[in-house]
């Protein structure tokens, strides 16, 4: 592995997770490990987290890291799953998919194959060679210890560009055809160097962590004088999956996402002060097939119990319809803003305006009104509603103004442990303060109002969100009807920037310049997702959702980023 940035593996079959239990251990011991293991392994029925576990108790490094891939171990509905470890630097892209399918659609390529010998037929090993570099190791175990590599088997490893001999119970090899590959995947894409973000709001923030972590000088510009000043600035907002009966993209995009934000929550925010996994009840308004849920897979959405819709207050409400998330967090999205922006490789600068993007030479140059403020080869503008003229890009954007209501929760307060949404949320429990557990507030919004990019906060918003409550939870509105009539619910309102078809937007719309904004009503679900996709196209990784899912989030923006702004 040494003095690689990035180390590849495929398992065509993950089995018990010994495998990639492996390569982790070999990577954490090795002194001259690549900065990111990326581990592509595919398994068409996932197994269960107890097998992991069992199949690695006897085992003392194995067992640790069994305990890790087991917490993670949810959710796997078909299609892609990205699961993260050691603060990202050690990546499991999981297919649950046919290795076939994976092979013919997903584009990525590896540093090294670890072939089940019921996947090495000729048609799976021409497959594979379309991943495989100049180089790229094979190996392959063989059931019978000893047993000499078949004259087929042989011929078909050769025909597709192998050259392996077998080793006791191990077939290896390279993969060096003695043909130069047609159209090869480029191998590790953009060599880190610098890189500016414009916008410190949760896309930004995300993008230049993703980029830093993969070994970027990054700078981040905001025109405003502290982080988190845009939409990002909304006290608390919820993450919670997204349902819907057909199994839609956004809903798939959005279990990826809050499967990756709640992933980094974990690792860079204090829970119960920054952050909390609380669940959400969501209501609908058509009712809801308890066989549609189950195949959206009971770890992310299921039917409320009988105790859950007692306690968010909604136990005497005639037909009600609902879905329990149990992946659904509220979290100071300034918190997560700051927490990315302080790591390492990350410089954050206040106070400055981009006004111009434009190439000279071999770099972007970014000027503000007095003149350049900063130059690099790579750019990525997350600027929300200013993202396309900065760039140039035919991206229609919208302007969604917002305002929550909240206030503080007392004694008397009678509310769920847990948030209710649909058509607006309720956020109850949150400490007041990032820094005092002990005093309680609750949330409630939001309003939504297309093109208005004010920013005050109004009397009759507080008013249209008690309304939107009194529908959403009648229970919890009784009780704050008097905070309402009192005037001493505050309020704070932003402006959210929103595409046509509600996806965010992750493109490159120049080379070397790049947009990730339009996250909508949704920037915690979306922001680390498109900030990952946003990396793995540049290095050419395995992404991590299917790449009919990343296309979907970068419609053609190309513009002309020499077009002054
Ligand atoms: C009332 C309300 C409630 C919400 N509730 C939720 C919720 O519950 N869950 C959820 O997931 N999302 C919620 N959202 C949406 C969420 O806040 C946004 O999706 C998210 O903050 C967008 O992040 P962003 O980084 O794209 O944009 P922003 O946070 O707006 O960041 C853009 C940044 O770019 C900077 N900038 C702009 N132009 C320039 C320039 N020319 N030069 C330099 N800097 C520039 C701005 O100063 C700003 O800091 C809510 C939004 C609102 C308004």
Redesign the pocket.
């Known amino acids: 592995m040494a003095a690689l940035r990035q180390w590849r593996v495929l398992e065509s079959r993950l089995q018990n997770g010994l495998g990639f239990l492996a390569a982790w251990r070999d990577w954490k011991g090795d002194p001259d490990r690549p900065q990111l293991l990326h581990y592509v392994a595919v398994q068409a029925n996932p197994v269960s987290p107890a097998y992991l576990v069992a199949a690695a108790a006897h085992d003392a490094a194995l067992a640790p890291l069994a305990a890790e891939l087991a917490n993670q171990w949810f959710g796997l509905t078909p299609g892609t799953h990205r699961l993260t470890f050691e603060a990202g630097r050690v990546t499991l892209t999981l297919h649950v998919n046919e290795l076939r399918d994976v092979l013919r659609h997903e584009p990525f390529v590896v540093d090294a194959v670890l072939l089940d010998e019921r996947d090495c037929d000729l048609a799976t090993l021409k497959a594979i060679g379309r991943h495989c570099r100049r180089g790229s190791r094979m190996e392959m175990r063989v059931a019978v210890t000893g047993a000499p590599l078949s004259a087929t088997m042989q011929r078909d490893f050769t025909q597709c560009g192998f050259v392996v001999e077998a080793r006791g119970g191990v077939v290896q090899g390279v993969f060096d055809p003695v043909w130069q590959p047609k159209n090869p995947l480029p191998p590790y894409g953009a060599t880190p160097s610098r890189c500016v973000v414009?916008?410190?709001?949760?896309?930004?923030?995300?993008v230049a962590a993703s980029l830093a972590l993969r070994g970027w000088q990054v700078t981040v510009?905001?025109?405003?004088d502290e982080?988190?000043?845009?939409?990002?600035?909304?006290p608390?907002?919820?993450?919670?999956p997204h349902f819907s009966p057909d199994a839609a993209l956004l809903s798939r995009l959005a279990r990826s996402g809050v499967r990756a934000t709640v992933l980094q929550a974990r690792q860079l925010l204090r829970e119960g002060l920054d952050w909390r996994l609380a669940g959400s009840l969501e209501r609908r308004a058509e009712p809801v097939d308890p066989r549609t849920l189950a195949a959206s897979g009971h770890a992310w959405s299921r039917v409320p119990t009988a105790a859950q819709i007692a306690a968010a207050g909604l136990a005497g409400t005639k037909d009600i319809s609902a879905v329990w998330h149990e992946q659904a967090a509220?979290?100071r999205?300034k918190a997560l803003?700051q927490a990315w922006l302080t790591q390492p490789g990350i410089e954050w600068r206040g106070n400055?305006?981009?006004?111009s993007i434009q190439m000279e030479g071999s770099d972007w140059v970014l000027r503000?009104a007095a003149g350049e403020v900063a130059r690099a080869p790579l750019i990525v503008v997350?600027?929300?509603?200013?993202?396309s003229a900065?760039t140039g890009a035919c991206a229609p954007l919208q302007a969604?103004?917002?305002?929550?209501s909240w206030g503080q929760q007392d004694a008397s307060h009678a509310f769920a442990p847990f948030a209710v949404n649909g058509g607006g949320?309720f956020?109850p429990a949150v400490p007041h303060t990032s820094a005092i557990a002990s005093e309680m507030a609750w949330f409630t919004?939001?309003?939504f109002d297309r093109d208005d990019m004010q920013r005050d906060e109004r009397a009759s918003d507080h008013l249209a969100n008690l309304e939107r409550l009194r529908a959403l939870a009648p229970g919890v509105a009784a009780q704050l009807e008097s905070a309402f009539a009192g005037g001493s619910v505050r309020g704070?309102?932003?402006?959210?920037?929103a595409s046509s078809n509600r996806r965010?937007i992750v493109s490159q719309v120049r080379p070397g310049l790049w947009m990730?904004?339009?996250?909508?009503?949704?920037?915690?679900?979306?922001?680390r997702l498109c900030a990952e996709v946003l990396a793995a196209h540049l290095h050419a990784e395995p992404l991590p959702v299917e790449l009919r899912l990343a296309e979907s989030l970068a419609p053609p923006v190309g513009g002309d980023a020499n077009a002054p702004a």
Do not use: K, Y
């Open positions: 414009v916008g410190a709001g949760l896309a930004g923030a995300a510009l905001d025109a405003a982080p988190a000043t845009g939409g990002s600035g909304v608390v907002a919820l993450l919670t509220w979290i999205p803003v400055t305006r981009v006004c503000n997350a600027a929300a509603l200013e993202s900065l969604v103004r917002g305002q929550v949320h956020i919004g939001s309003t704070w309102a932003g402006v959210r920037c965010p990730s904004t339009a996250m909508g009503s949704r920037g915690l679900t979306f922001a």
